[in-house]
Each structure stands twice: as C-alpha cells, then as structure tokens.
C-alpha cells in the first residue's frame, strides 16, 4: 500500500515554466513558498529515427523521453514529489498545453497523489502572475488533441515524402507539409520572376520659376488622356509642342484627410513591420520578441516589457486600455479620443491572447533604452508606439494639389502637410515620410514660367520576389499555419537551402526548385494552397471540440499513402539527369567533368570524385565580348570580404566582369546578356552592352567591367561545391 506524503511537511508550491528566463523572472515574483522551474521545451515527444505513429490502427502516436532531457524531467519528478502542489505554467497555446499535458502525466506516474494544476498568463508582470497562480484550471484536452494531430500530420507527410525524394531526386533530402507549400508560392513568383521582361516609357515633368521658389510638375494628361510615351523621340516631340505655349494655374484644390492610427501589432504584422523598418527575418524577431517576453532586468527591477508575442487577435485589456489613456492625458492630451479605440477581430482570428503590447506604458522606449540591446530596444520601440499610437486621435492632414494648363497638356503638383498630428505626436521608429512639404504661394489664372523640361527613361517593374514581411502576409492571408508557425516554416526553407535570401529578397536555389517540382508534379493536392488552408482550419476545429482529431486524420491518410505508393511505383527517378555529362575534362586528372546539383546550386565536379575533388561553378551564360568564346561564371575576390562578382572563364585573356548575375535573357536591342541587379527595393534587368541604351537605370550607368579592372584580387570560386 502506497504511503500518502504528509504536505505539511512540503512548505513549497513547484511552478513549471518552459524557459531559464522566464523562470528567472517569475521567481523574483513570487518569493518564498514557491520554486520555479524550466521544462526547456518539450521533454516529451515523437522520436526522430521512426515513425512512431500507429497507422495501422488509431493513429496513436508512440512518444518518447527526448533525447538529453531525461535529467530535466527526473529532477523535475523529485522536486514534485517534495513540494506540496505543482503548477504548470507553460505558454497558453497548443504547444504549451501539450507540453503540460506531457509533463502532468509523467508526474503522475511517479506519484499518483499530487496536485497538478494549469495556470496560464498573458504578461509576465507581477500581478498577472499572482492572478494566474490564484486560479488554476486543468489540461485543455482539445488544445492538446490539436496539438497531436498537428504533429501526427506533419509526421506522416514528412515520413512518406522524405523517402520518396531520396529515391527519385537525391539523398538527404526533406519534405513537410506546410513549408513545401510555402516553397511553391517562393518557386512560383520567381518564374513569374524570370518571364518577365521590362518594357520601357518615358515620363515628362517640368520645373517652373514662382518668384524664388521652383516647382515641380509632372506631365499628367495629354490630349485628354493619360500619357503613354513609349520612346524617348516622342518624348522630345510632346515637349517641342508643349514649349510653344504658356504655362498658367488651371486650378487650385484642398483636400483635407483624417488618416486612422494602426491597431495594435499581431504576430504577423510584428514580423511584417520589423522586416520592413528594421530589416529583421521572421526568425530574429520572434527570439528578440521572446526575450523582451520572458523579462528583461531594468536595474534591479525584472520584468516581461511586451505581452505574449504569439497571437493573431488585435483584441486589448481593458486594464491596458485605462493604463495607455491614462498615459495619453498626462503626455499627450490633445491626442486622447473621447472613448477607448476598438479594434475588429481579424477574419479565421482564434482570438486567443491579446495583441502585442508593453507590459507597463510608463516604460517608455527611452525609459528602458540603456537596459536592452540595440535590436531590442528598436523591436521593443515599435511595439511600444504602435499600441499607444492605437488609442490616439487620427492624424489630420491638408494636401494642396495645383493643375497648370500647357497647351494640350496638363502639369500636376500637389504638397501635404499635418494640420493635426493626433497619433503621430507618439511615433519615432515607425514615424511616416515627411508630410511637411509646401507649395509656394499660386493663384488660379497666374503664369509660370516653365525653367526646365525634364524627360525621364523609366523601365516597368515585374512581380517583386518575396520578402520576409511579404511570405509571412500571404501565407496569414491563404490561412496557412497560424502565428507560432510563420518563422519556423520561413526558416526551416533556408535550413535545407531550398531558398536563400538576397538583399532581404526570399530565392529559390537550383535544389529547391528542383524538390518543389517533383512535389508539385506528383502531389498537387497536398501542396495546394486552399487544401493546406483546409487542414489549419480542422486543427482549429479540433481545437473547439467541433472535430475529433483520429477521424480526420483517418480521412486524410487513407488516400494520401495510396498517392504515395502509386508515385514511388511510377515516377521516374531523375537522379541521373542531376549528373549529367558536359563534354569537358578535368584539367587537374583528365577524366570528365559532371554536372552535379548541391545544396547550393549546380556545380561543375569531377568524376573522379573522390580521387580527384576539382569543382568549378556552372557556366551562367556565354561571355558576350566578341570574339571571345568563354562563359561568364561567378568569382570571389580572393581578400576582404571575398565580394561576389561575375567574369569570363578566359581570364586573363578575356577581363569581362560584372557586380550582377546573368538573368537569363538576352537584350532585344543588342542581344548581350541582361544581368539581373537585386536591392533592397526590388529587381531589375540592365543590358551590359556599354555602347546600348537599353535597360540602364541612369545615363552612364553600364553594370560592367570590360578594360582597367582590378583583377589582381580575382579567382574562380567554388561555391556550390559540396566536395
């Protein structure tokens, strides 16, 4: 017979978080009576070399001790068996609850008498955890069925696509079931990429003198119409007739706007807003977005600045609504709307936790800077004004627009100022364009006389490329994963180079467009968009105790095997076709070279290998210089910082040289290659034919070398080699 414990000899309560940090913060909280410790994520879950799952019955999945947290979890068991209650306090979704769910039960087997409760909280301040310590509940077992079910999916899509790349494409490669989608929407929008081709136009604008100010115009109408100058002839010939008559001011208007402030940050629209201002990948905001959760010590004091950062509800408190208003009337009374802002609920939002928002409003982003990092304070700034910028008063604005007549044609300009800052007041890092520009003084009737006329070269823009803020958007919007798994299926792709980033633009490598094809080819009901859309939505339903979780896995699994074992039976392996023959010999050992595909790209290697370990980089395209027969192919400069570059294998005979890659099509005008230059802002292709106006950005402006280069610095790189 199994001896009660005697809780009176058992003074503490054992409180269970998921992270050292937050443990450390919590502790500070509750003082004596209490030990607080970390699970470190999961301690209990799917083994990695098996399957582990029952699908030959009812999908149970066969969990284990993970590996190395054995100790985490024994030590755990001791400091229960002596406490007198134990409290798991994991993070308020399906993760958290299923880790509390694990770690209840491996409790109870040790010791069937304990008292488990579950605690949950949005902030880590004082009084939300005295509140939640005061009021326990139990497991959410629908929430861990979701859980579950997640994970049985995502395990059987992963087991059963793996092994089929492995046998048809290469080894060592991997599928899953959300991030293969979102590699489609990345290999998708780079074809859209790679087909389109610019075409150009002109546009025309005018400098008039007003007194001793200028103006700026822009041609707007001609004829009655919109402008459509293809060429820069008939640019000139649109401003010959224009200069034969005078310039007056055909109309003066004033437009007043009221421009709304933004509601407080969900978890994509932090990710979004942070990769546009502040340049940070998904991954990175969400581990500094962590921190400044978990707690941060302002000297002395430690205390969680920013509430849970994993939600999609723009939902607040109203004891944060009273705190921020309060805030408002001592700092910015003119700015304080007669009631609290209330935002809608977002369309599919689980409405689960609160927006994104500091924890206390009197820690302003000056009040902590000294306290945090750099990338926290700027992460923690934008959070900061975007909740108190939320509960303000709407920005009024006045723009002046003037229209001048010239003949046939007619000039627009038009300049806008704040007449009431409202909201504005409260932002820094997230504060708009300048909205201070003047017009000089104009009167309806009054001539201007035209300084200059200005005809500008402009080339249209295709699709843009992914970006961090722009997948994480479209997968929100397509209803594909959920707040918590945004980051990890971006950075998953980078894991596994199937995309790599390039001035914060998301590519897909050689090897990614390669498994997205296969995959798409032969599963295009799994990597659906609408279908993977469908799943997310059951898990919610699972979720709400609206669907059980075996069923609709049942559903799903029965035909997806059968698609499984019909492809594995009947796809052609292109395993070959990744090494083909190319005609050329190794000069280090004289047997042909291969063409193989890496984890970076396509490569050039011996086959020999691994005799002989020579790589070189695939061809790109054919060197345009004439006369000269080598192929441009990408270098790195042997110091520094070893730049990218692209040159002709001929050198030294040949110096062609370019800072841009060849994006795969050819001038129309001269038939030289355009290479393609990637920023911050875009793409675009520019011709290197220094002698054709074709695709320059500027005049002058040619994106070659071709005579007086530093080539002393250059050598053939390797990359993509994986020998």
């Known amino acids: 017979?199994?001896?009660?414990?005697?809780?009176?000899?058992?003074?503490?309560?054992?409180?269970?978080?998921?992270?050292?940090?937050?443990?450390?913060?919590?502790?500070?909280?509750?003082?004596?009576?209490?030990?607080?410790?970390?699970?470190?994520?999961?301690?209990?879950?799917?083994?990695?070399?098996?399957?582990?799952?029952?699908?030959?019955?009812?999908?149970?999945?066969?969990?284990?001790?993970?590996?190395?947290?054995?100790?985490?979890?024994?030590?755990?068991?001791?400091?229960?068996?002596?406490?007198?209650?134990?409290?798991?306090?994991?993070?308020?979704?399906r993760e958290g609850e299923a880790i509390a769910y694990h770690i209840r039960d491996a409790l109870l087997k040790k010791n069937p008498d304990l008292e488990i409760g579950r605690i949950v909280f949005n902030e880590i301040t004082p009084q939300a955890i005295r509140e939640a310590v005061e009021h326990p509940r139990s497991?959410?077992?629908?929430?861990?069925?979701?859980?579950?079910?997640?994970?049985?999916?995502?395990?059987?899509?992963?087991?059963?696509?793996?092994?089929?790349?492995?046998?048809?494409?290469?080894?060592?490669?991997?599928?899953?079931?959300?991030?293969?989608?979102?590699?489609?929407?990345?290999?998708?929008?780079?074809?859209?990429?790679?087909?389109?081709?610019p075409e150009e136009y002109w546009t025309i604008a005018a400098r008039a003198v007003v007194g001793r100010s200028s103006l700026d115009l822009e041609l707007v109408s001609y004829k009655g119409e919109k402008p459509q100058i293809k060429t820069e002839e008939e640019a000139g010939k649109i401003i010959a007739l224009?200069?034969?008559?005078p310039c007056r001011v055909k109309s003066l208007k004033e437009t007043s706007r009221q421009v709304r402030p933004k509601p407080p940050f969900t978890t994509s629209q932090l990710q979004q807003v942070a990769a546009n201002r502040l340049g940070f990948s998904s991954q990175k905001t969400?581990?500094?977005?962590?921190?400044?959760?978990?707690?941060?010590?302002?000297?002395?004091?430690?205390?969680?600045?920013?509430?849970?950062?994993?939600?999609?509800?723009?939902?607040?408190?109203?004891?944060?609504?009273?705190?921020?208003?309060?805030?408002?009337?001592?700092?910015?009374?003119?700015?304080?709307?007669?009631?609290?802002?209330r935002y809608a609920r977002g369309k599919g939002a689980q409405d689960a936790h609160e927006a994104i928002r500091p924890t206390v409003v009197d820690y302003t982003p000056d009040h902590v800077k000294q306290h945090l990092s750099r990338d926290e304070w700027r992460l923690y700034s934008i959070i900061w004004e975007r909740f108190v910028a939320s509960q303000m008063k709407p920005m009024v604005t006045k723009t002046v627009t003037v229209e001048c007549e010239v003949g046939e044609g007619v000039l627009r300009a038009s300049a806008t100022q704040v007449?009431?800052?409202?909201?504005?007041?409260?932002?820094?890092?997230?504060?708009?364009?300048?909205?201070?520009?003047?017009?000089?003084?104009?009167?309806?009737?009054?001539?201007?006389?035209?300084?200059?006329?200005?005809?500008?070269?402009?080339?249209?823009?295709?699709?843009?490329r992914y970006t961090d803020a722009t997948i994480v958007k479209a997968l929100e919007e397509l209803g594909i994963g959920r707040p918590s798994t945004y980051a990890p299926t971006i950075q998953v792709l980078f894991n596994r180079y199937y995309v790599v980033r390039k001035e914060r633009q998301i590519v897909p490598t050689e090897l990614g467009k390669v498994v997205n094809d296969i995959l798409v080819q032969s599963f295009p009901d799994i990597l659906d968009v609408d279908f993977t859309a469908r799943m997310e939505a059951q898990l919610d339903e699972i979720e709400e105790g609206k669907v059980e979780w075996v069923s609709m896995i049942r559903e799903f699994f029965g035909p997806f095997r059968e698609k499984v074992d019909h492809v594995m039976e009947h796809l052609e392996?292109?395993?070959?076709?990744?090494?083909?023959?190319?005609?050329?010999?190794?000069?280090?050992?004289?047997?042909?070279?291969?063409?193989?595909?890496?984890?970076?790209?396509?490569?050039?290697?011996?086959?020999?290998?691994?005799?002989?370990?020579?790589?070189?980089?695939?061809?790109?395209?054919?060197?345009?210089?004439?006369?000269?027969?080598?192929?441009?192919?990408?270098?790195?400069?042997?110091?520094?910082?070893?730049?990218?570059?692209?040159?002709?294998?001929?050198?030294?005979?040949?110096?062609?040289?370019?800072?841009?890659?060849?994006?795969?099509?050819?001038?129309?005008?001269?038939?030289?290659?355009?290479?393609?230059?990637?920023?911050?802002?875009?793409s675009v292709k520019l011709c290197v034919n220094p002698s054709c106006s074709y695709l320059h950005e500027r005049?002058?402006?040619?994106?070659?070398?071709?005579?007086?280069?530093?080539?002393?610095?250059?050598?053939?790189?390797?990359?993509g080699s994986e020998e």
Request: proline letters at 7%.
């Open 1 to 93: 017979m199994k001896k009660k414990r005697d809780t009176n000899t058992n003074p503490y309560t054992l409180l269970v978080v998921e992270s050292p940090a937050k443990a450390k913060t919590i502790e500070k909280y509750l003082g004596k009576g209490y030990k607080v410790e970390a699970s470190k994520g999961h301690l209990i879950d799917l083994p990695k070399s098996r399957l582990a799952v029952d699908i030959e019955g009812s999908f149970e999945p066969d969990y284990i001790v993970v590996r190395g947290k054995a100790p985490i979890l024994k030590a755990l068991q001791e400091k229960a068996n002596a406490s007198s209650k134990v409290l798991l306090a994991s993070d308020n979704d």
């Open 286 to 341: 969400m581990q500094i977005a962590q921190r400044l959760y978990e707690g941060v010590d302002l000297g002395g004091t430690r205390i969680g600045l920013i509430t849970y950062m994993r939600t999609d509800s723009t939902r607040v408190a109203e004891s944060a609504l009273s705190m921020v208003r309060n805030y408002i009337q001592t700092h910015h009374p003119e700015a304080l709307p007669d009631a609290p802002v």
């Open 419 to 464: 007449v009431e800052p409202g909201f504005l007041s409260v932002l820094s890092v997230l504060k708009p364009k300048d909205t201070s520009k003047k017009l000089p003084p104009l009167e309806e009737g009054q001539e201007l006389t035209i300084e200059e006329w200005i005809p500008s070269q402009h080339f249209t823009t295709g699709p843009s």
């Open 139 to 197: 497991i959410d077992i629908h929430k861990v069925e979701a859980q579950k079910a997640r994970r049985v999916l995502d395990r059987l899509v992963g087991y059963h696509l793996s092994p089929l790349l492995w046998k048809k494409v290469k080894n060592g490669l991997s599928a899953g079931r959300v991030q293969s989608v979102a590699l489609r929407l990345i290999c998708e929008r780079e074809r859209e990429v790679e087909s389109f081709v």
């Open 699 to 719: 005049e002058g402006e040619v994106p070659v070398v071709i005579d007086g280069s530093d080539t002393s610095e250059l050598e053939i790189s390797t990359v």
């Open 242 to 245: 224009l200069r034969e008559h």
């Open 573 to 682: 392996s292109i395993k070959g076709t990744l090494e083909e023959e190319t005609g050329e010999t190794c000069e280090k050992c004289g047997r042909p070279m291969v063409k193989k595909l890496g984890r970076f790209g396509y490569f050039l290697a011996c086959s020999g290998f691994p005799e002989c370990r020579n790589a070189r980089p695939l061809p790109l395209a054919d060197c345009p210089m004439p006369g000269c027969d080598g192929k441009i192919v990408e270098r790195r400069g042997r110091r520094g910082r070893r730049r990218v570059f692209y040159g002709c294998t001929r050198y030294p005979e040949c110096s062609f040289t370019s800072p841009y890659p060849p994006s795969g099509t050819s001038c129309p005008m001269c038939g030289w290659p355009l290479m393609e230059k990637t920023s911050k802002e875009g």
